[in-house]
């Protein structure tokens, strides 16, 4: 197999003030390719400590991507660090100069004695077009080895990896006839890891040289397979007999395959069923509607929603009523109850989904703790409402009470 | 300095299945306490890399906190590896034990046998306990340094780091005489990185020892000072010392400190002033709302909005006339006029933000792109609209667009 490291540069992911979105981006689309990610390194802007790190990775590595460190100012420091590693020295260079002075001036931005320095590279790289920002990406050959150093920025990253780095590894796959993995994911709702695991039975019984991990995740437990094989089609014929046996075990926790959101799931279904969905959000305060929306074309089965975020907007916006409020509060059977129905009727929609709940940190009690979240559902004919307790804080909460909507939702389409 | 690395174990990391929050989390925890985190590793579930890995980074810290690998199947393999690690054995632990039974008595679920084994623990490990979860923390003592195993699932690894790890590092800190760390970070809008680092000039001249670091992110550059020094009250003077030489020179583009979202600034500006907040959302479908809502507290200021994803409830919910969708578009400065002033009406607030654009993939022209967003405020006594062009995919897109927004709001309100 092809083995493949990643080092992300710099302070702000080794302190912990960004998360490294960009290694889990890039180790997955070479893991698609069928390349093995043997490795994740993220390491702070000091010299010696990223030399020695690439030794390591460049020892271990057929591939070492690094990110991070290449930006206009003082602490950007990887490029000098890349010349030392290689015996190189930076000199300028023609086509990034002619790039990056393009680039400022298609956006009537000044060209300062800064932006220039960008084009200053190691003689020895060769350097990868960056059509989204001004460092380019730079490739380094040694012995049979390849480092590939990117900026940190995430779109600029994605670029040079789309347009250039995942080709590379493609090929070099293919040139050198390596062995590939494969990956299929089962994604599970409703069981728990342990009772989930008791009904598979041993895994090894029926494995043969492949794998299988349990995932636990905010949607339920996933359940990835995983295959080494010479061609991606066998590979697929092997994940398809493991799949089936895992079907025959447990397939009816199982709602979706592939790594895909639970809203995906949701959305193909609405989408095949020509059904429409609207939303009304009290503690979600619009993030079901936005996760509903990240997928791609929910255009045609998401109207749109109300967020009631104030008892006020509860009864203006969706006729709850005061009564209702009194009695029972805002987080309530019965509020959820007409938060769903209301919204389905004014949307005029196939369903409607109502989140209403306390994400904390305060507001709640003895009765209602924190984490307390009223979920309703309505249809053209009837309303139904379920209660959940979320434990965690308050931005967690929030996030598993949407996949909890869309879960209830799935099962009602089915 | 206490040297701290953190080690995530599995392969769903590396192969990047899911992004690793866990040690971003964990790394800002310990930054906060004045301790240097050098380095972050994920690897795989295979015994002799991690067994090298552990080895590696035991040399070069005080303290390895590892996560993951710690559930009850057979793909869990970090217990077994410690063993082997610390040449031990596995035992039933009778605390540990009871805790188990306990916590699925209590939750009303059947303690199978599977369940038994979370309660075998290394011999040498002392247990934190777990009340989260069944697997509990486990210290190892290894000549003067310490190593933390935890489980990856996140709520868990947070219940372990603040009851028992976070008290472990401090005292250990104060024991040892160690020097700290303390950053500062100074959020800028409105300002590209290489002019923001013309402004500054070169930051050697009035560092003394300390660093600067330019962290470009989707609501504008952040800047970072750290300073090391023996205790917290010398580093807070030597920061401020920094500071005040940082405003003299950019400190119109600095509207917040420390890493906190723009939402936690619009929300404390608006708290401070007693004024109150819609939202009307077409492409962003809720996530302005969401946004505004993670912080805790917001329902003091924030009323709600309209999710008005399709033309019709742009004209039925917001009172959008139908002339102007059909003469300028949904994506137009008059559409986003009309939602702000309308939201603002109907919420009876003081403002109201609205984001209407394409987010893609689909739905754009040459005259409006996928990316083109039409923003617009309204307060009580005017309404303003904005364009901007957001060139990413569709998720990022609308993340952008939200602190687009929010930079508006904080503007104005200023």
Known sequence: MLNISILTIGDEICIGQIVNTNAA???????????????????????????NEINDLMRISD?????????????????????????????????????????????????TERNRMQALLPSKCKPLRNDCGTAPGMLFEYEDKVLISMPGVPTEMKFLMNTWVLDLIKNEIIKRKFSITKFKTLNTTSIPESFLADLIGNPEEFLDGGSLAFLPS?????????????????????????????YSKAGKYIYQE????????????????????????????????????????????????????????????LNVSPATLESYGAVSSETAFELAKNARERFDTDFALSITGIAGPDGGTDDKPVGTVWFGLADRTETITEKYWFAADRNANRER?????????????K
Not at 26 to 40: F, P, R
Not at 78 to 107: A, I, M
């Open 218 to 246: 905010a949607s339920g437990v996933k359940l990835r397979i995983g295959v080494e094989s010479d061609s991606f089609e066998s590979a697929e014929m092997e994940i398809n007999r493991i799949k089936d046996i895992i």
């Open 401 to 413: 009470a949407v996949n909890y909507a869309l879960a209830m939702l799935l099962k009602k389409i």
């Open 63 to 111: 591939f070492v991507l690094v990110t991070g460190g290449l930006g206009p100012t003082h602490d950007d420091i990887t490029k000098p660090v890349l010349c030392e590693f290689f015996d190189d020295v930076l000199v300028e260079n023609k086509d990034t100069l002619d790039h990056v002075e393009q680039f400022f001036v298609s956006r009537k931005r000044a060209f």
């Open 25 to 51: 981006w890039i180790a997955a689309q070479c893991t698609s390719l069928g390349a093995k990610v043997i490795k994740h390194t993220s390491i702070g802007d000091e010299k010696n400590v990223i030399i």
């Open 258 to 317: 592939d790594d895909l959101p639970l809203a995906y799931a949701v959305g193909e279904l609405l989408k095949s069923k020509g059904l429409t969905l609207s939303v009304a959000e009290s503690c979600s305060a619009g993030l079901l509607g936005s996760e509903i929306c990240s997928v791609a074309g929910s255009s045609s089965y998401f109207l749109g929603g109300i967020i009631c975020y104030s008892n006020e907007s509860k009864k203006r916006e």
